[in-house]
């Protein structure tokens, strides 16, 4: 059973930055995708970032040229890099794998920013 384990959630002031890792049980070649949703409350999950091939990169819109996924040098590792943090950032981060049709998630980790 593939496991993710997500860390690095947090207390931040507006403008500052955070950064939180997915270690995952297995090399994260394995999987097609492995990336980061989030989900605040009363609010629908949405995409942050995700790494595709081990190379390419998708984000959502508002992370963009804020956040930066990437791969861990330990392999089984993918970090989110999240700069100029604000209130809008709260939410419950979630890590993600998919291999084909089946994917898994981390338990999530708390982001929360305030002044």
Known sequence: QVRLVESGGGL?????????????????????TMGWYRQAPGKQ???????????????????KGRFTITRGDAKNTVWLQMNSLNPEDTAVYYCNAKVWVTEYWGQGTQVTVFS
């Open 12 to 32: 931040v002031q507006p403008g500052g930055s955070l950064r939180l890792s997915c270690a995952a049980s297995e090399p994260t070649i394995n999987f097609d």
């Open 45 to 63: 999950r949405e995409l942050v970032a995700v790494l595709m091939g081990g190379t390419s990169t998708n984000y959502g819109d508002s992370m």
